[in-house]
């Protein structure tokens, strides 16, 4: 027994065998059946006095195998990691040089060599067959067994071809510790397989009783089958029973997607991140219909070094458009983006015609914006630039103004003046009912940006533009974001901060809100304000608790800090049927806003712009209240606008 461990040991800690020892083996095997076959056939006497006859027309027809073993690739994989695809491959390529060989004994007649028959070919074919099976799986069961102990337990949650594929994929991935894993069963929703089997485990309905089952049998990894992703998502009472439970959770990626028929490789697992584990919905969208208006097109996106402006230019590209002009102020970012476009046009050539600057630029540079729009012509302006963060804003409304009204008006102007086809902005959630200076800076663009296209249509300004704003609350991995701050947090011992126990917030991720983005400038004609479906809200104080749990750390304490200026409990996104009209994307539908005449959004842009010169924060902010009278203050110094106007009545825009 102790040989047969060193052995073994010996093996299993090798890489593995070289290819040629794995050929050598399946060509004894090829030999041994011809010997065999001849043996049962005409006996031990007339085989002794033939046996270097059949060696010699076996040798002859070992050829034919040898290439039948290369076209299928029965000896490039591991043995000890062997799957049903590599036994198949072995039935193909014996069937193959069976034949071969065959169709070679009636063609040689040489005395000096016996080759056997077709019949005997069959007879080697199921033999052979049968045998190089048996060496892979008894070697794949015997390392299954030695390394047994080390295996970690796992269940798979999925019994469609998602769960079957990564059950088949379990041999080549590893933990975190490098220890391979063990599977115990596969987890169901539907209550029909229960008691089934598959791959030989038992399946186990996903019911009230599953974790007690769970933690009875010592299972520590729950896998989540690709199929079955947005389904774990959105069971919250699950997630947090495994996650309490102590069982690590480990699926694809949030931003990956399985095709549902390549195999699947160990990389594309991971221990899931918060990111995985917020609930979600799958978003389509009509890629050819974007591709068509895209493709062969010159393009300028602001904000292009920005988590969503970065986004769209990896979007857009690959749309083969002709020109992508990239404008932003961040250069070190910018710098990155030139670089990661020189990599993507260098690694596929039917992309490599894109002509790509990277120009770093402010929006509100008139005579900058001016010549590059004189020089490019963009057909399409996708216009994220914008300063963004809310409290940043509060202190400094002038830049909010300069940047977002002043800036969004430059390049809206200008892509009238050059004839540019279509315009989508990206606003926020912030600017419904907004609540801060952010918001409300947001909700004059769109308000100058719908009005300028309404002047359009009625002939009052000349120009072909269309107009098309865009709404979506938070994304995913932004910079500035919740959850990076969080992940510092708990990285840094605690404390984590959350400014209120009942906040809420909606998320989505970047490429999806992009996605969602290019589809809505796809279906606008003008004029509409797009506001886009985020799901479900989160809690974030449930949110902080759940990466605590997931970081492992212990004895990290939650610090509530009281809202900041400007901030909400929740941000509204219209998307009730009173305030929205329904369109042909289920995600996407038109808010129903109160819409400005040309001359007054421009009069009061004007006015706003002569207030900034004057540095007068609280002149500046009560400005922006008349001009939108929803603007209300929920904390911060710029309350007392709020109660002045409600001592004198509001001033209408």
Request: neutral net charge.
């Given at each position: 027994?102790?040989?047969?461990?060193?052995?073994?040991?010996?093996?299993f800690?090798?890489?593995?065998?070289?290819?040629?020892?794995?050929?050598?083996?399946?060509?004894?095997?090829?030999?041994?059946?011809?010997?065999?076959?001849?043996?049962?056939?005409?006996?031990?006497n007339?085989?002794?006095?033939?046996?270097?006859?059949?060696v010699?027309?076996?040798?002859?027809?070992?050829?034919?195998?040898?290439?039948?073993?290369?076209?299928f690739?029965?000896?490039?994989?591991?043995?000890?990691?062997?799957?049903?695809?590599?036994?198949?491959?072995?039935?193909?390529?014996?069937?193959?040089g069976?034949?071969?060989?065959g169709?070679?004994?009636?063609?040689?007649t040489?005395?000096a060599?016996?080759?056997p028959?077709?019949a005997?070919?069959?007879?080697?074919?199921?033999?052979?067959?049968?045998l190089?099976?048996?060496?892979?799986?008894?070697?794949?069961?015997?390392?299954?067994?030695?390394?047994?102990?080390?295996?970690?337990?796992?269940?798979?949650?999925?019994?469609?071809?998602?769960?079957v594929?990564?059950?088949?994929?379990?041999?080549?991935?590893k933990?975190?510790t490098?220890?391979?894993?063990?599977?115990?069963?596969?987890?169901s929703?539907?209550?029909?397989?229960?008691?089934?089997?598959?791959?030989?485990?038992?399946?186990?309905?996903?019911?009230?009783?599953?974790?007690?089952k769970?933690?009875?049998?010592?299972?520590?990894?729950?896998?989540?089958?690709?199929?079955?992703?947005?389904?774990?998502?959105?069971?919250?009472?699950?997630?947090?029973?495994?996650?309490?439970?102590?069982?690590?959770?480990?699926m694809?990626?949030?931003?990956q997607?399985?095709?549902?028929?390549s195999?699947?490789?160990?990389?594309?697992?991971?221990?899931?991140?918060?990111?995985?584990?917020?609930?979600?919905?799958?978003?389509?969208?009509?890629?050819?219909?974007?591709?068509?208006?895209?493709?062969?097109?010159?393009?300028?996106i602001?904000?292009?070094?920005?988590?969503?402006?970065?986004?769209?230019?990896?979007?857009?590209?690959?749309?083969?458009?002709?020109?992508?002009?990239?404008?932003?102020?961040?250069?070190?970012?910018?710098?990155?983006?030139?670089?990661?476009?020189?990599?993507?046009?260098?690694?596929?050539?039917?992309?490599?015609?894109?002509?790509?600057?990277?120009?770093?630029?402010?929006?509100?540079?008139?005579?900058?914006?001016?010549?590059?729009?004189?020089?490019?012509?963009?057909?399409?302006?996708?216009?994220?630039?914008?300063?963004?963060h809310?409290?940043?804003?509060?202190?400094?409304?002038?830049?909010?103004?300069?940047?977002?009204?002043?800036?969004?008006?430059?390049?809206?102007?200008?892509?009238?003046?050059?004839?540019?086809?279509?315009?989508?902005?990206?606003?926020?959630?912030?600017?419904?009912?907004?609540?801060?200076?952010?918001?409300?800076?947001?909700r004059?663009c769109?308000?100058?940006?719908?009005?300028?296209?309404?002047?359009?249509?009625?002939?009052?300004?000349?120009?072909?533009?269309?107009?098309?704003t865009?709404?979506?609350?938070?994304?995913?991995?932004?910079?500035?974001?919740?959850?990076?701050?969080?992940?510092?947090?708990i990285?840094?011992?605690?404390?984590?901060?959350?400014?209120?126990?009942?906040?809420?917030r909606?998320?989505?991720?970047?490429?999806?809100?992009?996605?969602?983005?290019?589809?809505?400038?796809t279906?606008?004609?003008?004029?509409?304000?797009?506001?886009?479906?985020?799901?479900?809200?989160?809690?974030?104080?449930?949110?902080?608790?759940?990466?605590?749990?997931?970081?492992?750390?212990?004895?990290?304490?939650?610090?509530?800090?009281?809202?900041?200026?400007?901030?909400?409990?929740?941000?509204?996104?219209?998307?009730?049927?009173?305030?929205?009209?329904?369109?042909?994307?289920?995600?996407?539908?038109?808010a129903?806003?109160?819409?400005?005449?040309?001359?007054?959004?421009?009069?009061?842009?004007?006015?706003?712009m002569?207030?900034?010169?004057?540095?007068?924060?609280?002149?500046?902010?009560?400005?922006?209240?008349?001009?939108?009278?929803?603007?209300?203050?929920?904390?911060?110094?710029?309350l007392?606008?709020?109660?002045?106007?409600?001592?004198?009545?509001s001033?209408?825009?």
């Amino acid at each position: 027994m102790n040989i047969l461990h060193k052995i073994t040991d010996w093996y299993f800690t090798k890489k593995a065998l070289p290819y040629w020892c794995v050929l050598f083996i399946d060509c004894c095997i090829v030999l041994f059946c011809g010997l065999l076959d001849g043996y049962v056939k005409n006996g031990g006497n007339w085989t002794a006095g033939h046996f270097w006859q059949m060696v010699a027309g076996m040798c002859l027809c070992l050829p034919f195998y040898i290439i039948a073993f290369r076209l299928f690739h029965t000896y490039s994989c591991l043995i000890r990691f062997s799957s049903y695809a590599d036994l198949g491959r072995i039935s193909m390529a014996m069937l193959l040089g069976s034949l071969a060989s065959g169709l070679l004994g009636l063609a040689v007649t040489w005395k000096a060599v016996e080759i056997p028959g077709l019949a005997s070919f069959f007879s080697i074919f199921i033999l052979g067959t049968f045998l190089m099976w048996a060496v892979r799986l008894t070697i794949k069961s015997t390392y299954e067994t030695v390394s047994g102990h080390e295996a970690v337990p796992v269940v798979i949650y999925g019994t469609r071809s998602g769960g079957v594929a990564l059950a088949g994929t379990l041999a080549s991935i590893k933990t975190s510790t490098g220890k391979k894993f063990d599977l115990k069963a596969f987890i169901s929703d539907d209550p029909d397989m229960t008691g089934a089997f598959l791959s030989g485990k038992k399946v186990i309905l996903n019911d009230d009783l599953l974790l007690p089952k769970l933690r009875k049998t010592g299972i520590r990894i729950f896998l989540v089958s690709p199929l079955k992703s947005d389904d774990f998502r959105n069971n919250q009472k699950l997630i947090d029973g495994l996650i309490e439970a102590g069982i690590t959770i480990m699926m694809l990626p949030v931003a990956q997607v399985w095709d549902g028929k390549s195999p699947l490789s160990s990389s594309q697992l991971h221990e899931v991140e918060i990111e995985d584990l917020l609930p979600r919905d799958e978003i389509k969208v009509d890629m050819e219909n974007i591709g068509r208006m895209l493709t062969g097109k010159r393009i300028l996106i602001t904000g292009a070094a920005g988590s969503i402006g970065s986004e769209m230019v990896r979007q857009i590209a690959k749309f083969g458009p002709s020109d992508l002009i990239l404008v932003d102020q961040a250069e070190t970012p910018m710098h990155d983006m030139r670089l990661w476009m020189n990599r993507f046009t260098s690694k596929y050539n039917d992309l490599s015609h894109i002509h790509c600057e990277t120009i770093v630029a402010s929006i509100t540079d008139q005579d900058h914006m001016e010549m590059l729009f004189s020089r490019y012509r963009p057909e399409y302006v996708f216009h994220a630039a914008a300063y963004k963060h809310v409290p940043m804003m509060e202190d400094n409304p002038i830049q909010a103004v300069r940047n977002n009204i002043a800036g969004t008006r430059i390049i809206a102007d200008l892509a009238v003046k050059y004839c540019t086809r279509k315009f989508v902005m990206i606003s926020t959630d912030k600017a419904v009912n907004p609540a801060n200076v952010m918001g409300c800076s947001k909700r004059i663009c769109e308000i100058y940006c719908q009005s300028l296209n309404q002047a359009i249509v009625e002939g009052k300004v000349k120009g072909i533009t269309q107009f098309v704003t865009t709404r979506f609350g938070n994304v995913l991995g932004s910079n500035g974001s919740v959850i990076p701050l969080f992940r510092e947090q708990i990285a840094a011992g605690g404390p984590v901060t959350v400014t209120h126990p009942d906040i809420i917030r909606y998320f989505m991720l970047i490429p999806e809100a992009c996605k969602l983005v290019l589809e809505a400038g796809t279906m606008g004609k003008g004029g509409e304000i797009f506001v886009f479906d985020m799901g479900k809200p989160v809690r974030i104080l449930d949110l902080a608790k759940r990466m605590i749990s997931l970081s492992g750390a212990q004895n990290i304490e939650i610090v509530f800090t009281g809202l900041r200026d400007g901030e909400k409990l929740y941000e509204e996104v219209l998307t009730d049927s009173e305030t929205t009209i329904p369109t042909v994307h289920p995600k996407i539908m038109t808010a129903k806003v109160r819409e400005y005449d040309y001359e007054t959004a421009l009069r009061n842009e004007d006015e706003l712009m002569a207030l900034a010169l004057t540095h007068d924060d609280m002149n500046i902010v009560r400005k922006m209240k008349e001009i939108v009278p929803e603007f209300k203050s929920k904390v911060g110094r710029f309350l007392q606008l709020d109660a002045a106007e409600q001592g004198t009545g509001s001033v209408q825009a």
